[in-house]
C-alpha cells in the first residue's frame, strides 16, 4: 500500500514516520502528479493558512477533490482537519470543502495554551487515546453521514469520519500510539477491495 503524505509545512515528516513503522511505504507529496498510485493520503498538521496557499500555488486542490471523489481515503490532521472541512468558521482560509464538518480554527487559545487528554475513541478499542492539542481547531458541527469519533469531556467534537475520510483536531502522529494511523490504513484496505 502507497500512502501520501502532504509535505509543504507542517508536520509531515512524522507521519511519513509513522506510517513506515506500520510497513507501508508512504512518500511526500508536492505536485499533483505524486497523487498518481496512491492509496490514500494524509494532510498534516501545520499552519493551515500557509498550507492552504501551498495547496492553491501549487494546483494541488483541485487534484486532491479529485482524489477524494475517485474514492480514496484522505486523513486531516490538525490543520489537514481544518482544510478538509466544508465551512470554517471566522476564517479567511480556503477549505477544500470535502468533510461535511463546520471547524473553528485555534479553538483552544495560542500555543501557550497546548494541552493533552484521555480520548475514549471506541473505533480504536477500550484503551483512552492520547489526544495532543497545539493551537487546536475543534468541530463545531457536523453534517449528513459524518460520525462523531472522540469528544472531549465537556463534549466539544475533535475527531470525526466521513466514508473515507477522517478527521482528528490533534496530532496522533505526535504520540507513540499507532492505532488511529492503523485505522486510517484499513480504511485505505477497505478501499481497495471495493
Sequence with gaps: MRIGVLAMQGAFAEHIAMLRQLKVEALPVRLPSELENMDGLVIP??????IGR?????KLADEVKKFAERGLPIFGTCAGMILLAR????????????????VRRNAFGRQKDSFEAELDIPALGEK???GIFIRAPLIEKVNGKTEILARLGDGTIVAA????LLAAAFHPELTDDLRFHQYFLDIAAESNKS
Design 161 to 164: 469520519r466521513q466514508g473515507k
Design 128 to 130: 483512552p487515546f492520547l
Design 87 to 102: 465551512e470554517i468558521s471566522e476564517s479567511d482560509v480556503e477549505p477544500l470543502g470535502l468533510m461535511d464538518i463546520t
Design 45 to 50: 498538521g501545520g499552519e493551515s493558512t500557509s
Design 54 to 58: 501551498l495547496i492553491a500555488a501549487y
